[in-house]
Nanobody, 124 residues
């Protein structure tokens, strides 16, 4: 059983940056593909980025490609999401997720473990 705890959210003005962290415990972190998602009330949870177990491969949603960067530190059991050029439409609750797998997944349904989320608010 893997526990995930996100941090780093907050209020930022448009054009600003944030770095989200997701600390994992209770499992072998390097066995897990990690993903970042976000959700706005009344909408489906949206895929943002995912990273392979070693960190050598990544995938991004078109909406964040070039602005967001996912990375991981397996020694610290942590995955990060660096967000640059934030826009008001990036306002959402951001979640990290884990899946024990050999390949990257972009669909939320396949992820087994989720954090509690961290709020990101971007003001105009």
């Amino acid at each position: 059983q893997v526990q995930l705890v996100e941090s780093g959210g907050g209020l930022v003005t448009a054009g600003g940056s944030l770095r989200l962290s997701c600390a994992a415990s209770g499992g072998f972190f390097s066995r897990y593909v990690m993903g970042w998602f976000r959700q706005v009330p009344g909408k489906e949870r949206e895929f943002l980025a995912a990273i392979s177990r070693s960190g050598s491969n990544t995938r991004y949603a078109d909406s964040v490609k070039g602005r967001f960067t996912i990375s991981r530190d397996n020694a610290k059991n942590t995955v990060f999401l660096r967000m640059n050029g934030l826009k008001p439409e990036d306002t959402a609750v951001y979640y990290c997720a884990a899946k024990e797998a050999l390949v990257i997944f972009t669909t939320k349904e396949v992820y087994d473990y989720w954090g509690q989320g961290t709020q990101v608010t971007v003001s105009s």
